[in-house]
């Protein structure tokens, strides 16, 4: 009987690791997107024995969450750096070397029981680094569908959780080109690029000046 997986998520490097699942004859796959497409009523109709979320940053129902085992990748040695924008709170923070973990959801933000880690860089440019997260991301995927994985649970006192960063805090302003190394606002731009909100500078016009590629 073939495993049905419910692949949900939008990015390019999530949706890279559900198309390699789809070709696996051992699996039936359906992939969501959009949010507006995550409602239980049609999850039920698939009836999947599990849901990856990965790259997800949309809130997820509760309901969905305990009536499906529910799995999601975090870019960052959890339970440090949970919550929004993991990459970027870390590259500015100086760190370059992190862990990919897997984990399976359970209501609480990046909360639940780890499956596994694996060492990555935060080096490079945001491709990079999503490259690099598909690859290893897949390996773990790989070890999950064939429950070689087992949980162990997050100790969460013992990490730290940071707000998604705002748009707004892409700018480069005066006082950080004043103040700032030129290794933090390297790190700052490299961080920014596509998909991001791109890293800029507010000229006297009040308009703003993309950076889009940057080198130290």
Request: charge should be positive.
């Amino acid at each position: 009987m073939l495993k049905k997986i419910l692949c949900v998520g939008y990015r390019e490097w999530s949706v890279k690791i559900y198309r390699k699942l789809e070709k696996n004859k051992k699996f039936k796959v359906k992939i969501i997107k959009k949010n507006e497409n995550l409602k239980l009523e049609e999850i039920k109709k698939f009836n999947p024995d599990l849901i990856l979320f990965y790259g997800w940053s949309k809130k997820v129902n509760i309901n969905i969450i305990t009536k499906y085992k529910s799995y999601m990748l975090h870019p960052s040695n959890l339970p440090k750096f949970r919550g929004g924008s993991p990459i970027q709170n870390q590259i500015i923070r100086g760190i370059t070397k992190t862990k990919l973990t897997l984990f399976r959801m359970n209501g609480i933000l990046d909360g639940g029981n780890i499956l596994k880690k694996i060492p990555i860089s935060l080096d490079g440019n945001i491709n990079n680094i999503f490259e690099e997260i598909y690859e290893k991301g897949l390996l773990m995927t790989k070890e999950l569908l064939k429950n070689r994985l087992k949980e162990k649970k997050q100790i969460l006192k013992l990490g730290s959780i940071y707000k998604r960063r705002k748009e707004a805090e892409s700018e480069i302003t005066l006082k950080e080109i004043k103040t700032k190394s030129s290794v933090y606002l390297y790190n700052k731009i490299r961080m920014l690029t596509d998909p991001y909100p791109n890293a800029f500078i507010k000229c006297k016009d009040n308009k703003k000046l993309y950076i889009i590629g940057v080198k130290l």
